[in-house]
């Protein structure tokens, strides 16, 4: 055997011993929000306790889900969690989603804390242009109401469209008196352009659809049935 065809066959033989593994990227901020969003999206869409949720996303204008919202207080209390903004058009579908942020302040007698998974949906074009101008305040500006929840109910059960927002939202923990009225809704402009890049403001994504990211697909693939 000659000495070139032997370098050959050792140099082969180490390469299938040390196969080169390249190390797992990490996710960002805003995609790994992006995959919890989807995740808890498909958790509430399918559970039984929210089996007229799919009747509601189908009639929304738009849909925000907030993967992780937090409350905790003595007293003072404070709730908040980032989120994503995305809007259904008829013709091309659910849009890209916007990054934004629920916060709210009370003060009564509370104790404990809760996190939630929540899917809000915007019923009308009120609810949502005061989300696409940063001025969405649920229960002041923007009437919102807690979406029917229990289990086993039909799909027969009568549903009300009277409110511009409905929330669903999946808890543990214990807090007193939960809602989500006072809560403000603002964009996160500073994730919006690291995801798509400068110029990436909500109504330009969600609206004009100037913006597109790749990484989005298996989101609104979720969202496409409804």
Do not use: H
């Not at 011993?17 to 790994?32: H, R, Y």
């Not at 999206?41 to 009747?55: C, R, V, Y």
């Not at 929304?60 to 209390?77: D, E, N, Q, W």
């Not at 994503?84 to 003060?107: C, E, H, K, N």
């Amino acid at each position: 055997m000659s000495l070139d065809r032997r370098a050959f066959l050792i140099a082969a033989a180490a390469a299938g011993t040390c196969s080169f593994v390249p190390p797992a990227l990490a996710l960002s901020d805003q995609q790994e929000l992006v995959e919890k969003s989807r995740i808890s999206f498909e958790k509430l869409i399918t559970s039984p306790d929210f089996s007229q949720l799919p009747s509601y996303v189908k009639r929304a204008k738009a849909v925000m889900i907030f993967p992780s919202l937090f409350r905790a207080g003595v007293i003072i209390g404070g709730e908040g969690g980032s989120g994503l903004l995305m809007v259904r058009d008829p013709q091309r579908g659910w849009s890209q989603p916007a990054f934004y942020t629920l916060a709210s302040g009370s003060i009564g007698l509370q104790l404990g804390g809760q996190t939630s998974e929540a899917v809000f949906t915007i019923m009308s074009d009120k609810a949502l242009n005061a989300v696409l101008d940063n001025q969405m305040k649920l229960g002041g500006n923007v009437s919102a109401a807690a979406g029917p929840v229990g289990q086993g109910m039909g799909a027969d059960t009568t549903t009300n469209f009277g409110s511009d927002v409905y929330s669903f939202a999946k808890t543990s923990g214990l807090y007193g008196g939960i809602s989500f009225e006072g809560s403000g809704i603002v964009k996160k402009d500073d994730w919006n352009k690291a995801y798509y890049g400068q110029g990436a403001t909500p109504y330009a994504i969600v609206i004009q659809r100037k913006f597109q990211n790749p990484n989005t697909q298996a989101l609104i693939s979720a969202l496409a049935p409804y």
